[in-house]
């Protein structure tokens, strides 16, 4: 089976200083890592994916997230953070031979100005 | 990149009447489409799996008489709530599967007075 879990509710962080959003998973193979980001009233929108590959994947707006096989973790990291990152972000994982995709609780981004 | 155009975009209904919602893949054709609802700061529930030309996989819990879904085409998917109930109140998003990943529609918010 495969699970997904995002330990923080919500993360505060300054406009200006680094951010993390934790993620961590569990399956029984390779697995298949997204983030995604939602605002409000809307669908989500695809940030940054890892299948394989260098451990450090790039996405959109600046995000990145390393993926740790031993820490079973693909935190998203983003060096800046902008007023404007501020959102509802969703980590979800799947399993190689799954094509249905288990999603993280959630994580609320507030960031001040 | 991969698009999914879902309709309506909000709507408020009586209750017990029916709302159809629709999902068009716009340049890809997707075999699969995922049917969440979501509730207020909470995650992603799936409702059910749709797959081109076939019976749709209902998760627990989830009434197929009551919210009815089609995959008629490559390109649409319909999820329809019958009989709707204020409780059925809420957000639904649809998810296509495309490559390695999804893609999301914008969501619908419905209202059922």
């Known amino acids: 089976a495969q699970s997904v879990a995002q330990p923080e509710d919500q993360v505060n962080v300054a406009e200006g200083n680094p951010l993390t959003v934790k993620c961590t998973y569990s399956v029984s193979g390779n697995p298949y890592l997204f983030w995604y980001v939602q605002y409000p009233n809307r669908g989500l929108q695809f940030l940054l994916k890892y299948i394989t590959g260098d451990n450090l994947v790039k996405g959109s707006y600046g995000f990145e997230a390393e993926f740790n096989k031993s820490q079973t973790s693909f935190h998203l990291k983003k060096p800046s953070a902008l007023v404007s990152d501020s959102a509802l972000y969703f980590c979800?994982?799947?399993?190689?031979?799954?094509?249905?995709?288990?999603f993280g609780r959630g994580t609320s981004l507030i960031v001040h100005p | 990149g991969a698009v999914v155009s879902q309709h309506p975009s909000w709507v408020i209904c009586k209750s017990g009447t029916s709302v159809k919602i629709e999902c068009r893949s716009l340049?890809?054709?997707?075999?699969?489409m995922f049917w969440y609802r979501q509730f207020p700061k909470q995650s992603l529930m799936l409702m059910a799996t749709s797959n081109e030309g076939s019976k749709a996989t209902y998760e627990q819990g989830v009434e197929k008489d009551k919210f009815l879904i089609n995959h008629a085409s490559l390109t649409l998917s319909t999820l329809t709530v019958t009989s709707a109930h204020p409780e059925d109140s809420s957000f639904y998003i649809c998810?296509?599967?495309w490559g390695d990943g999804y893609t999301f529609g914008s969501g619908t918010r419905l209202t059922v007075v």
């Open positions: 998810s296509g599967g």
């Open positions: 340049d890809f054709q997707a075999t699969t």
């Open positions: 979800a994982v799947r399993e190689g031979g799954s094509y249905i995709p288990t």
